[in-house]
């Protein structure tokens, strides 16, 4: 399973930036996927998740600004982020935790992540 990720770019406070991450290659089923971030000199942390069913999750910091939402036909998860902030800015990082054969295990496979950054 590869994920590969798009989007991203500079902003300016207060602005918008969308980041989709596809995966492609064996999959049987995927089953969460997600949006982390990483920013210098910190660890990196889960901002969004959506289950296969569509229910989505966030952290605190980005709820009501940030919308994940999913593709199952192509397999896509996409991030929507509004009203962005400078502390927003992180290397982007998708996931998605899947099954590559029937009878496999769930994996957690990761995208090359993309970077955000927000001025002030």
């Known amino acids: 399973v590869q994920l590969q990720a798009s989007g991203g770019g500079s902003v300016q406070a207060g602005g918008s930036l969308s980041v989709s991450c596809a995966a492609s290659g064996s999959i049987f089923s995927i089953n969460l996927m997600a949006w982390y971030r990483q920013a210098p000199g910190k660890q990196r942390e889960l901002v969004a998740h959506?289950?296969?069913?569509?229910?989505?999750d966030y952290v605190d910091s980005v709820k009501g600004r940030f919308t994940i939402s999913r593709d199952n036909a192509k397999n896509t998860v996409y991030l929507q982020m509004n009203s962005m902030k400078p502390e927003d800015t992180a290397v982007y990082y998708c996931?998605?935790?899947?099954?590559?054969?029937?009878?496999?295990?769930?994996?957690?496979?990761w995208g090359q992540g993309t970077q955000v950054t927000v001025s002030s």
């Open positions: 996931l998605a935790r899947a099954k590559s054969t029937r009878w496999g295990f769930l994996d957690d496979y």
């Open positions: 959506i289950t296969s069913g569509g229910l989505p």
